[in-house]
Every structure is written in structure tokens, then in C-alpha cells.
């Protein structure tokens, strides 16, 4: 059950959210996100007074040392990857409460093990007994150990206490395994008590969407068929896959991103006013947005994959995706996609969004683009404004958090003549405290109990609904389009927006 949390006024937002007893129980505490994101989330959350005295985290992964070369490793972790400056005192105080137990996920004698140590922690640290499963493991692997979370009594939830499961993307790979995968975690875990993380919507500038649409009265009376013309949503990323190509080979751009990410920022900046932001109310509206979304009309004119070939980035010369090690050369993921969507409701019909998500593309930056329609420009000459664009919001997720609004003016001089100009608001500029890392809230949010930035089985569910269709035409039909490394993806793209008198835009 999740109670209130007795250290927090509700009432008083300037308050900081301080978590009441508990612990944290990491799978996969050795791995990549764990040492990059998780890790040092938690020393920041420790170094901002959010976490409570006597916090304990007990790591869990197939690792060879003891409990003190884990120590080591998260410090290591934390002092490399930590947001927040290094010092002894804090680090001491929660290295205090770190237990690590070595074993498989197959194994049932280290899952004794780990009931020994939460029971151990519950006896020395004071953690009531609330602790949160965080399964940063293979997706292939969430079933296993949530049934052995259930066989050992772990997931347990006694009176007075609550236990909490942390899953990440992605949920599932279509709708089938996503529906099989929700069955199999609601077995053991009541739907309240689960938690799917999607890091995007722990950002500052996502959740600032909500605030600029819904706090100002600026932007919402524009914000609908009327005077909107387009929406692009785009994600993009000018690193190859690393090496990811275990998980990603066979996943693709699409399933990696589209379904969760952009989504989910289609559903923020397309909703209805939530009657409150309370955890029920917003994703009320999140899946409304979700049911209303209409597929292509023509799959083959309106989306398009591609996969990136031999080319430039930064400078360097890079391979192409199915050279990258690790890939069958015969390989048709798809590490670029883009879809052009349109949601049948009375506030949107027929404007089309447009989403689109790439490896190896012209920079790394993720936004949100509201193009608003042009005017009729009646009182000037078609010279005066030929240089003239479309009014533009654009809501920059990363790196640059903050908002840019993009209008015309007149040009100093004598003639009449209109030009874009740019007025910009960035995070880092005008705010003294600098942005969380995602991890942080997130994390924090699932030891209070707030469900508010956490997809729910619905808002999954109806992703895949759109998506599934899109990804059977594409197995279906030909291999992905070829762009070089460093470009903006395929010709075919900017064909499919120029079909509709449009262009993508070039951040």
C-alpha cells in the first residue's frame, strides 16, 4: 500500500521531498546504467538531504568480488559520474547502509541470500520494511526475477509497509509480450505498486511542458487546430549504437524510442488540462491523447526507416551500422524512423505530428517544435516578408534545456522589410539551482510513492497499438533506407514532409 509520507507537507511545494525509512534493492548494480545513472542519483539524492538516515541499498549482479570491491565500484561510480561535488562525509554516511549480494538471477540460494540482507538491513537500518525492486537488467530477465521477488517472499507487503517494483524500458517488444509482461509482474505486485520508468519524463523541460501550456495564458489559446499548422517531435543522437548491439539489434529506433519517448511527449503536448496533477488525472488525459491517435493513411508515403551507412561524424570517420561489430551485415533494424501521426479529436484534427528519432544524425538534441500556421501578411508586399518563416515554439529537451520562441520583425533601416528572430529562454541562465538529472526524481518519486511521471499499463498498451502496425509493414516490405553518418537521416524523410508542403527543421 502507499501511504503518505509523514516528512512531507504536501501543501507547501517550496518544500523539499524527503523520502521516509526505506531502501533500495538494485539488480544489475554492476552495469552500465547502474555506474553511469543510478548510482550517482542516489549520491546526489544523498547530497541534496533527500534520502532518509539509515538508507540502505543492496546491490545484486553476477559479480566476482566482495561486498567491499562493490563499495569500491560505486565510489568510483559516484566520483566520475555524480552531478552534485564528491565529499567523504556523504559518501561515508551512505556507504553505511550498502549490502551487495553476488549470484544469479537463476539462482535461488543468492536470492535467499538477498531475503537475509533486507532482513538484516530491516533490522539494522530502520527501513520499516519499504523497500523498492529496481530491475536494471536485461528486459528478457523481468519475468525471472520478479517470480523469484514472489518465491522468496520479498514482494511480500506486510501491514504498515509497502514494496515497490522499478522496471525499465522497454515494456515489452509489441503489444503481445508487453501484455503477457504486465500479466506476469501483476501476479506479484498489486498495479500501484509498479513502477515503469521512463527517464524522458523525469527531465525538467519535459515536465515544464505541463507549466507552460497550462500556468500561462500566453500560449493555450493558441494551442489547437486553429492556428497550430504542424508538430514535430524529434529525438536525435549523433552516436552509433556503441556497444549496445546485443540489445539493439532487432530492437531498432522505433521500438527504442518512439514507442516510449516520443510518445509520451506527443500525449504532454497534445493532453487536455488535467482537473489537477494528481498521478489519476494526468494520465487520464495522457491515454485520451493516446485512443485518439489515427495510424498513416499510407504507411509507404508516411513513415520511413532507414539505417545509417559509412560516413562523417565530428570529424572521424565512422562504419556504417551493419559494419558496427557485433551486427549481421544482412541486418534490417532500423536506427532511423520517422512516422507522421494525426490525433482525431476536436482540438487536433488535421494537424499532423510528426516524429521522428535517429543514431549517427547531424547532432545530438531532442525537441518539441509547435509550428503555428502562417498569417495572411494583407498589409505588406510579398517582398517584404519572402525571408519570413513560421512562427515557432520550440521546447528544447536536451542538451540546451529551454524554451525558444521564433517570430518575425522589421529589419532596421528604411523599407518594410520582416525577418525571423529568436527569443530565447534557457534553464541555466535563468535559474541559480541547476536541473536534477532525471534518475534523481525518478528514483525519488518511486521511494515516495509518486506515480505522476510513470507510464501506466494503458499509456504502454495503446503505444504499442501504434506502433505494431507500422513495425509489420516495415518487415514486411524492403530493406531500410541508406543515410550516411552525420547526415539528417534519409532522403526519403524529407521527401514525406515535402509531400505536405513541409521540411523538417534543422536544429
Not at 509520507?5 to 531502501?23: E, K, M, S, W, Y
Not at 532596421?412 to 529568436?422: L, N
Not at 515516495?448 to 514486411?476: A, C, H, M, T
Request: proline letters at 6%; glycine letters at 8%.
Amino acid at each position: 500500500m502507499n501511504r503518505p509520507n509523514p516528512l512531507r507537507d504536501p501543501t507547501d511545494r517550496r518544500l523539499p521531498q524527503i523520502a521516509g525509512p526505506c531502501g533500495l534493492v538494485l539488480f544489475g548494480a554492476t552495469g552500465d546504467l547502474a555506474r553511469k545513472k543510478l548510482l550517482p542519483a542516489l549520491y546526489d539524492q544523498a547530497h541534496r538531504g533527500l534520502l532518509p538516515p539509515g538508507f540502505s541499498l543492496i546491490g545484486f549482479a553476477r559479480h566476482d568480488g566482495d561486498g567491499e570491491s562493490f563499495i569500491e565500484l560505486a565510489r568510483q561510480a559516484v566520483k566520475e559520474h555524480a552531478r552534485t561535488p564528491f565529499r567523504d562525509d556523504i559518501w561515508d554516511q551512505l556507504a553505511e547502509g550498502i549490502i551487495f549480494v553476488a549470484g544469479d538471477f537463476n539462482d535461488d540460494t543468492a536470492f535467499k541470500k538477498l531475503r537475509n540482507a533486507v532482513d538484516q538491513s530491516i533490522a539494522r537500518h530502520g527501513t520499516g520494511g519499504n523497500f523498492a525492486f529496481y530491475l536494471s537488467v536485461p528486459p528478457k530477465w523481468f519475468p525471472k526475477v520478479v517470480q523469484q521477488l514472489k518465491k522468496h517472499g520479498l514482494a511480500e507487503q506486510k501491514e504498515g509497509s509497502w514494496r515497490r517494483a522499478v522496471i525499465e524500458k522497454p515494456f515489452g517488444h509489441d503489444l503481445k509480450s508487453a501484455q503477457e509482461l504486465n500479466r506476469i509482474v501483476h501476479e506479484v505486485f498489486p498495479a500501484e505498486a509498479v513502477f515503469r520508468i521512463d527517464h524522458y519524463l523525469g527531465k525538467e523541460t519535459v515536465q515544464n511542458i505541463l507549466a507552460l501550456r497550462f500556468a500561462n495564458t500566453l500560449f493555450e489559446p493558441i494551442w489547437n487546430r486553429s492556428y497550430v499548422d504542424h508538430v514535430q517531435i524529434t529525438m536525435a543522437e549523433d552516436i552509433g549504437i556503441g556497444g549496445r548491439a546485443g540489445y539493439y539489434d532487432g530492437i531498432g529506433a522505433a521500438r527504442d524510442v518512439i514507442q516510449n519517448h516520443l510518445l509520451q511527449l506527443l500525449a504532454l503536448t497534445a493532453m487536455e488540462e488535467p482537473a489537477s496533477f494528481d498521478a489519476d488525472a494526468v494520465a487520464a488525459e495522457k491515454t485520451k491523447v493516446l485512443g485518439a491517435v489515427s495510424l498513416p493513411k499510407d504507411f509507404a508515403k508516411e513513415t520511413v526507416r532507414g539505417q545509417y551507412a559509412h560516413g562523417w561524424q565530428g570529424g572521424e570517420e565512422v562504419v556504417g551500422y551493419v559494419e558496427e561489430e557485433g551486427i549481421d551485415p544482412k541486418s534490417k533494424t532500423d536506427t532511423y524512423a520517422a512516422i507522421k501521426l494525426e490525433i482525431d479529436n476536436r482540438r487536433w484534427a488535421g494537424v499532423p505530428f510528426y516524429l521522428r528519432t535517429g543514431k549517427r544524425l547531424g547532432r545530438r538534441v531532442t525537441e518539441i517544435a509547435v509550428v503555428f500556421q502562417r498569417a495572411p501578411h494583407s498589409p505588406f508586399d510579398q517582398t517584404a516578408t519572402e525571408e519570413l518563416g513560421q512562427n515557432a515554439l520550440v521546447i528544447r529537451v536536451q542538451p540546451d534545456e529551454g524554451v525558444t520562441m521564433r517570430f518575425g520583425s522589421k529589419v532596421p533601416g528604411t523599407q518594410m522589410e520582416v525577418r525571423d528572430v529568436s527569443m530565447d529562454f534557457a534553464y541555466g541562465e535563468s535559474f541559480t539551482e541547476s536541473s536534477p538529472e532525471a534518475y534523481e526524481r525518478l528514483i525519488l518519486d518511486v521511494l515516495l510513492g509518486e506515480s505522476n511521471l510513470f507510464p501506466r499499463l494503458k499509456e504502454v498498451e495503446l503505444s504499442w497499438q501504434i506502433l505494431d502496425p507500422i513495425e509489420r509493414y516495415w518487415d514486411k516490405n524492403g530493406k531500410p533506407a541508406q543515410y550516411p553518418a552525420g547526415t539528417w537521416g534519409p532522403v526519403e524523410a524529407d521527401e514525406m514532409l515535402a509531400r505536405d508542403g513541409r521540411s523538417w527543421r534543422r536544429p
